[in-house]
């Protein structure tokens, strides 16, 4: 059974930072694209995916710049750094398998507010 387990999401002021984790188990995790989608009031969006070896990473053009993805795979672990929060980061930030949404876990709440 597929499991994503998404932590590391808070409160944090306009300009601050944090840094998600994600620990999969129940699949090959190295051998999969992974990637971190977003759940606003606005409905979901991707964020960003990086490749199975970690060497490729893509973002979104609102996180561009702001956040990095990366991966351990002896850790079977995800990552996201997120720094320069803006009150429209403000989500529900889910990992997910592969490149879509499809299989993810029950996700982590990033509230950016002063």
């Known amino acids: 059974e597929v499991q994503l387990v998404e932590s590391g999401g808070g409160l944090v002021q306009p300009g601050g930072s944090l840094r998600l984790s994600c620990e999969a188990s129940g699949f090959t995790f190295s051998v999969f694209v992974m990637s971190w989608f977003r759940q606003a009031p606005e409905g979901l969006e991707w964020v960003s995916s990086i490749t199975e070896d970690g060497t490729g990473t893509y973002y979104a053009d609102s996180v561009k710049g702001r956040f990095t993805i990366s991966r351990d795979n002896s850790k079977n672990a995800l990552y996201l750094q997120l720094n320069g929060l803006k009150t429209e980061d403000t989500a529900m930030y889910y990992c997910?398998?592969?490149?879509?949404?499809?299989?993810r876990g029950q996700g982590t709440q990033v509230t950016v507010s002063s």
């Open positions: 997910a398998k592969g490149r879509t949404s499809s299989f």
